[in-house]
């Protein structure tokens, strides 16, 4: 059975850091593209970034340079560094596999609140 | 930047009905098209993905057609459970994926 678990979020200050974790069973993450996606509260949907098989990694504008995508083989685990937090990077954050140029399997989310 | 518009923003429908919505891109993006269910609470779910293909396991009352820029997500029946919301997602431009701002479906 394919899971994906988010840990580490929760209530950081402004321009503080963060880490978040994805720990996935059911299919190895160093074979497939893995992502991060975020939802602000009542908001839509937005891409934060992608870690591809290869190690190549993406970000959008509003993230880039402040957001860094790795992964550890030997946990089957996704990371995203957050740092230079910012009241809008506020949203429940998913980690997502992407095969056929779609994102097919979800983790549950996990809330990143910035507030002082 | 390819961006992606849906319409309606918002529906009321009851259980049954035929239920179209809509997604349009900024651009041709072929049929790199996706389709996503959100429920409250929850992680979104992939319904439809390369414009038509229904993902496994997602009921065949659910459909999706289209090419270029403009797409279709069709629902035959709507059933209790497809109170949601939807989102239509571009991966033409992969890894810069966007998506639609979503479409709500609920209960008229």
């Not at chain 1, 503080?16 to 994805?22: A, D, N």
């Not at chain 1, 429940?92 to 989310?109: L, T």
């Not at chain 2, 049954?16 to 429920?39: E, H, P």
Request: aromatic residues 12%; contains cysteine.
């Amino acid at each position: 059975e394919v899971q994906l678990v988010e840990s580490g979020g929760g209530l950081v200050q402004p321009g503080g850091s963060l880490r978040l974790s994805c720990v996935v069973s059911g299919f190895t993450v160093n074979s497939n593209y893995m992502n991060w996606v975020r939802q602000a509260p009542g908001q839509g949907l937005e891409w934060v970034s992608i870690i591809h098989s290869g190690g190549a990694t993406y970000y959008p504008d509003s993230v880039k340079g402040r957001f860094t995508i790795s992964r550890d083989n030997s946990k089957n685990t996704v990371f995203l560094q957050m740092d230079s937090l910012r009241a809008e990077d506020t949203a429940v954050y998913y980690c997502a596999r992407e095969a056929k140029n779609s994102f097919d399997y979800w983790g549950q989310g996990i809330l990143v609140t910035v507030s002082s | 930047d390819i961006q992606m518009t849906q319409s309606p923003s918002s529906l009321s429908a009851s259980v049954g009905d035929r239920v179209t919505i809509t997604c349009r891109a900024s651009q041709s993006i072929v049929n790199y098209l996706n389709w996503y269910q959100q429920k409250p609470g929850k992680a979104p779910k992939l319904l439809i993905y390369s414009a038509s293909n229904l993902q496994s396991g997602v009921p065949s009352r659910f459909s999706g057609s289209g090419s270029g820029t403009d797409f279709s997500l069709t629902i035959s029946s709507l059933q209790p459970e497809d109170f949601a919301t939807y989102y239509c997602q571009q991966s033409y431009n992969s890894p810069m994926f966007t998506f639609g701002p979503g479409t709500k479906v609920d209960l008229k």
